[in-house]
């Protein structure tokens, strides 16, 4: 499988590491993510979908629980992290589930599996009665991460 995981995350990290930290606080709006509770979220997400990658290389499902994204965010304090800290350990955990990736042999990748629950966790739904793979779902992860980094120059373009 192809995936541009690892160039993605690199050209983001070259952006985010001359970002001062003051610009890091900035939010699109009132009651919307900081550019540091962003990038803690997809810090969540490779979390959760790390362990959901090796969980679905050795079963017939894509069933994995959901977690509350906003509570996530919140309980961390994000806000308040060290802006270098925070994007070095995103960029660690992308380049390292980036490697976890290439790992998965294509007929695990590629396997139809009719039940799961992209339907309630997958950025992109699939719907419960349609079939899906391993790879739609690594597909939308890396998806999910670029619609997050297209909000972070949306924030910075507000200047």
């Known amino acids: 499988m192809q995936n541009n995981l690892r160039e993605t995350v690199l050209v983001a ?4 590491i001359l970002m001062p930290e ?6 699109m709006g009132p009651g919307k993510w900081s550019i540091q509770e962003i990038v803690g979220h997809l810090i969540d997400s490779a979390a959760n979908n790390h ?13 994995f629980e959901g977690y509350d994204q906003e509570a996530w965010v919140a309980n961390q304090n994000y806000a308040g992290a060290q802006w270098h800290d925070l994007i070095i350990l995103w960029r660690q955990y992308n380049l390292h589930l ?16 009719k039940q799961h629950r992209l339907d309630k966790i997958a950025w992109k739904a699939v719907p419960a009665d349609q079939p899906t793979t391993l790879e739609y779902f690594i597909k939308d992860y890396i998806a999910h991460l670029k619609h997050h980094l297209g909000q972070i120059e949306e924030i910075l373009a507000q200047d």
């Open 13 to 16: 990290f070259e952006r985010f």
């Open 22 to 27: 003051s610009d890091a606080n900035q939010r």
């Open 98 to 113: 980036d490697y976890l990736i290439k790992q998965i042999p294509d007929h695990v990748l590629t396997k139809e599996r």
């Open 51 to 63: 362990a959901r990658f090796v969980k679905a290389q050795f079963s017939d499902d894509l069933i």
